[in-house]
């Protein structure tokens, strides 16, 4: 008896956590935390009147959700992560999806699709690391490869796979980490620019921002042999340790209205193509297929934090 009554507590809290929860606790308020890192979070301006990647997708769904109260909070990454462990009624709209949730994030449907992660260098590295670890990019044999600093945001963190590559390099241990509180991105970019750093990692469209708007402009990026997947799923992810089960009821409205009016929006396709197809060119095929008209998860998509 007793068994069975500890069984039937364990299935309620179980359903409580992950959708079932009761509704006597309504959000009031959604949180929507954003850092200063362009091209996905940015002012507008003559050159993005759409703002940043993932700018028109918080904006059209803070008008379609009108039934509770919405803020925008600009912070550091540092600062993100604090609010998602701590568990604040909080919403990001720019990580990577995961089919279900973690300890930190629970995810909407996916909302995009990005071209995989690639190693960013310069223009006068990228035919000499070429020649030594391949193209594709080995990245395994580039992160043992003592000859070449690399660096990263201090916060910034990939698909899965490529985290536990880093984590278990020793070139990893040594890496110089940025820990800029104004734009992380930018300060990794800055120092690679310079020579201060000889390679890090990201999206091949960070380096075509750099180049297109900045000063910047000797960033290539190059393929990496051990993520041979064709994109990554993006999502809106939201704090599973907030109360009352925020998460859950959050992105119940949240993906109503992505389903109703967001994704399929003129204005919310055109931001994405403006950022992404430059060094995507199959955006539009996948955005069709995975976004607009999902048939079943894909083997080649990466569904797995932060942008």
Same mark, same amino acid.
């Given at each position: 008896?007793? #068994?069975?009554? *500890?069984?039937?507590?364990?299935?309620?809290?179980?359903?409580? #956590?992950? /959708?079932?929860? %009761?509704?006597?606790?309504? *959000?009031?308020?959604?949180?929507?935390?954003?850092?200063?890192?362009?091209?996905?979070?940015? %002012?507008? $301006?003559?050159?993005?009147?759409?703002?940043?990647?993932? %700018?028109?997708?918080?904006?059209?769904?803070?008008?379609?959700? $009108?039934?509770?109260?919405? &803020?925008?909070?600009?912070?550091?990454?540092?600062?993100? =992560?604090?609010?998602? !462990?701590? @568990?604040?009624?909080?919403?990001?709209?720019?990580?990577?999806?995961?089919?279900?949730? !973690?300890?930190?994030?629970?995810?909407?449907?996916?909302?995009?699709?990005?071209?995989?992660?690639?190693?960013?260098?310069?223009?006068?590295?990228?035919?000499?690391?070429?020649?030594?670890? /391949?193209?594709?990019?080995?990245?395994?044999?580039?992160?043992?490869?003592?000859?070449?600093?690399? @660096?990263?945001?201090?916060?910034?963190?990939?698909?899965?796979? +490529?985290?536990? +590559?880093?984590?278990?390099?020793?070139?990893?241990?040594?890496?110089?980490?940025?820990?800029?509180?104004?734009?992380?991105?930018?300060?990794? *970019?800055?120092?690679?620019?310079?020579?201060?750093?000889?390679? &890090?990692? $990201?999206?091949?469209?960070? /380096? %075509?921002?750099?180049?297109?708007?900045?000063?910047?402009?000797?960033?290539?990026?190059?393929?990496?042999?051990?993520?041979? #997947?064709?994109?990554?799923? @993006?999502? +809106?992810?939201?704090?599973?340790?907030?109360?009352? $089960?925020?998460? &859950?009821?959050?992105? =119940?409205?949240?993906?109503?209205?992505?389903?109703?009016?967001?994704?399929?929006?003129?204005?919310?396709?055109?931001?994405? #193509?403006?950022?992404?197809?430059?060094?995507?060119?199959?955006?539009?095929?996948?955005?069709?297929?995975? *976004?607009? !008209?999902?048939?079943?998860?894909?083997?080649?998509?990466? &569904?797995?934090?932060?942008?």
């Amino acid at each position: 008896m007793l #068994r069975n009554v *500890i069984l039937f507590f364990g299935v309620l809290g179980a359903l409580m #956590r992950y /959708g079932y929860a %009761d509704n006597t606790h309504p *959000i009031e308020e959604i949180v929507w935390l954003q850092s200063y890192t362009p091209p996905f979070h940015m %002012d507008k $301006d003559s050159h993005a009147p759409q703002g940043g990647i993932c %700018d028109n997708l918080t904006e059209q769904l803070i008008n379609s959700i $009108d039934d509770v109260k919405h &803020t925008r909070l600009i912070v550091p990454q540092e600062r993100i =992560n604090k609010h998602l !462990n701590e @568990g604040d009624n909080v919403c990001f709209p720019c990580v990577i999806h995961k089919k279900t949730a !973690n300890g930190v994030l629970q995810f909407s449907t996916p909302t995009t699709v990005y071209p995989p992660f690639s190693v960013l260098t310069t223009q006068k590295l990228a035919p000499e690391i070429h020649a030594k670890h /391949g193209s594709p990019i080995k990245l395994i044999h580039l992160l043992s490869d003592e000859q070449y600093v690399y @660096g990263q945001a201090a916060a910034r963190k990939f698909t899965s796979k +490529i985290n536990k +590559i880093i984590e278990n390099t020793t070139v990893y241990h040594k890496a110089s980490l940025s820990w800029s509180s104004e734009n992380e991105s930018q300060a990794v *970019i800055a120092r690679l620019s310079r020579g201060f750093l000889d390679y &890090t990692i $990201d999206y091949p469209f960070m /380096g %075509d921002y750099f180049v297109n708007h900045s000063k910047f402009k000797n960033i290539v990026s190059l393929p990496i042999e051990e993520d041979p #997947r064709e994109f990554v799923l @993006g999502a +809106i992810g939201c704090a599973v340790r907030a109360p009352n $089960d925020f998460a &859950t009821k959050a992105l =119940n409205k949240i993906n109503k209205a992505l389903h109703k009016q967001v994704l399929q929006s003129p204005a919310y396709i055109h931001s994405q #193509r403006f950022w992404l197809e430059q060094s995507f060119p199959q955006f539009t095929k996948h955005y069709q297929q995975q *976004i607009l !008209n999902p048939i079943a998860p894909a083997s080649s998509a990466i &569904t797995s934090r932060s942008n």
